[in-house]
């Protein structure tokens, strides 16, 4: 018989009554360090004083109001992201799903107020940019989209790094190139700096827009505030969710006003994105995430565990082989099932995310101590050593 929830999920057996900074309390009393972060949403930790009394003080005026009214807390943010970006203008969602459809009507409506026929967007190997039927089918991964077809026409999948595959793929035809700065279920995957500069090199060259994906990589997590700033290029369109609201449902498009100008009154909508209580919190998160020292800490502390990392991948060659990825969005790919480190891991009480590839995510909240960090790298440690003795989880 099928369970009242529908069973999608791959679900671990806990469950939590709390949270506190990186820590997770678990219906038994058990605490977990959460180098999860609830898939890399969770950028301020548990419980974070800032965002608790921001999103309490929202709660006794007002929650909602829908957007046929001034909403003064996502002007606010939305003042903010432009003022911190490439970005002319912000348009708030609920997710990270909703930024990624949002982002694929401005190519269309684009191309179409120009009287261009320009009718693919290009995806690379590994991409992820959500569930709904356009987002699978703008990202075109196989794991995503079998089963779902019909897909959205108007998207076509390119190996990840074939340079020819994309030269050749690369013509007046190509309405938009959309990538992840740093594939995050794709297994962690960075994109190199010239990469990202080549990309926008070639938009240029073929007036396609570039869409960054920084649902995952950005809002600190690399240690800048969004990933693409190392690479000191810009793209047109840029997808936001996962940290920006700390847990609170939020997400965003930031676009230049070229790729926003077409978007006029009626031509997109949501009742929720960016209502008052999500633009509350996202302030407070932006109080925290938008310092630079703030940032320069998560890159201190993204080293240190990385360092950590590759102890662990010395002392345990037989149970992981390499480390990835930048600051505190960092992968393990493993040389056993990711899923029996990440079992093992958590019984060790460490909580930690599985990724394509073969890798185990560390995503821990950018608050995270050095005491934290050395903390979770014995864990990982002692549960490298059980899996590697055969006993997962
Ligand atoms: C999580 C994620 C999404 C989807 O966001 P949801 O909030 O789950 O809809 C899209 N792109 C990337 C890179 C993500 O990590």
């Given at each position: 018989m099928i369970p009242p929830l529908m069973p999608t999920y791959n679900r671990s057996k806990l469950a939590f009554d709390r949270g506190e900074g990186c820590w997770l309390i678990a219906e038994d009393g058990a605490r977990y360090l959460d180098f999860a972060a609830g898939i890399g949403v969770n950028a301020l930790g548990h419980a974070h004083p800032g965002l608790v009394a921001a999103l309490s003080e929202q709660a006794g005026r007002v929650w909602h109001t829908s957007n046929l009214y001034r909403i003064p807390q996502q002007e606010r943010l939305g003042a903010r992201l432009v003022d911190a970006t490439f970005a002319d203008t912000v348009f708030f969602t609920n997710s990270g799903t909703e930024a990624a459809e949002l982002a694929i009507k401005m190519v269309r409506k684009y191309w179409a107020d120009r009287d261009e026929e320009r009718p693919v967007t290009l995806s690379f190997a590994g991409a992820f940019h959500g569930r709904s039927t356009g987002a699978i089918a703008m990202a075109g991964t196989e794991k995503l989209t079998a089963g779902f077809g019909p897909l959205m026409p108007g998207f076509t999948q390119l190996p990840f790094g074939d340079h020819d595959a994309l030269e050749a793929a690369a013509?007046?035809?190509?309405?938009a190139i959309v990538v992840e700065p740093v594939q995050g279920e794709g297994g962690i995957r960075p994109l190199p700096t010239p990469c990202l500069r080549g990309l926008r090199a070639l938009c240029d060259r073929i007036g396609a827009l570039l869409i960054f994906d920084e649902i995952q990589c950005g809002m600190g997590r690399t240690g800048r505030l969004f990933a693409h700033e190392s690479a000191d290029v810009a793209p047109d369109i840029m997808l936001v969710a996962k940290g920006i609201g700390g847990g609170f449902p939020l997400g965003a498009v930031l676009a230049t006003e070229a790729a926003a100008a077409p978007m006029v009154v009626g031509t997109h909508g949501s009742t929720y994105g960016g209502n008052p209580l999500a633009c509350a919190v996202g302030n407070a998160a932006m109080d925290v995430l938008g310092d630079p020292d703030f940032l320069d800490a998560v890159g201190r502390k993204g080293g240190l565990l990385r360092q950590r990392l590759e102890g662990l991948v010395a002392t345990h060659p037989d149970v992981f082989e390499s480390v990835r990825g930048i600051g505190l969005m960092l992968g393990v790919k493993c040389r056993v099932p990711n899923r029996d480190v990440v079992a093992a891991a958590q019984a060790e009480g460490l909580l930690t995310a599985p990724g394509a590839d073969n890798v185990v995510r560390l995503l821990p909240p950018l608050i995270v101590a050095e005491e934290e960090i050395a903390e979770a790298a014995a864990r990982l440690d002692r549960a490298a050593t059980a899996v590697a003795r055969g006993a997962p989880g």
């Open positions: 013509d007046a035809r190509v309405a």
